[in-house]
């Protein structure tokens, strides 16, 4: 079964790639992008995890972050980029027909002039530097295999 159009999908008919609309806005696009992330990263635990007993289990975790930390990348931003930064924004490439959800990403850089375009960003809580090897293992199976 084919899933109808959207609105956005009606509205934006055409995708180009986030890196190619960034590179022309400025050259080391992902980078710059990196940096609105780590500068508001330091904040958020200047002002929000140093509040926190980060050692005990928490509900939800990972969207909670996310939630908290899209506020300080905004106000890492200048706010004249050609893209927005927003919380929890619907993936509808990907979607299964109704009545199915599309699937969500943990943050993401919005172009203005195609929303339809998004630079997704993943969260993933990982207590120990332990788990890190078996993160980036379980990434280059799932995701980077082209």
Request: aromatic content about 12%; charged content about 25%; proline content about 6%.
């Amino acid at each position: 079964m084919v899933s109808r159009q959207t609105y956005s999908e009606r509205c934006w008919p055409d995708t180009p790639e986030f890196n190619s609309v960034i590179d022309r806005w400025r050259t080391a696009g992902s980078v710059t992008l990196l940096s609105f992330i780590w500068k508001a990263y330091d904040a958020f635990c200047a002002d929000v995890l140093s509040e926190v007993d980060c050692s005990k289990e928490d509900e939800d975790l990972e969207r909670d972050v996310t939630q908290l930390l899209e506020p300080k990348i905004r106000e890492a931003m200048t706010g004249y980029e050609p893209f927005y930064v927003q919380h929890g924004p619907y993936e509808r490439e990907s979607r299964a027909v109704a009545p199915a959800q599309p699937p969500q990403y943990d943050i993401a850089f919005v172009l203005w002039s195609n929303q339809r375009v998004m630079w997704p960003l993943e969260a993933k809580v990982l207590r120990t530097e332990g788990s890190v090897g078996g993160y980036i293992n379980e990434i280059r199976s799932n995701f980077m295999t082209c």
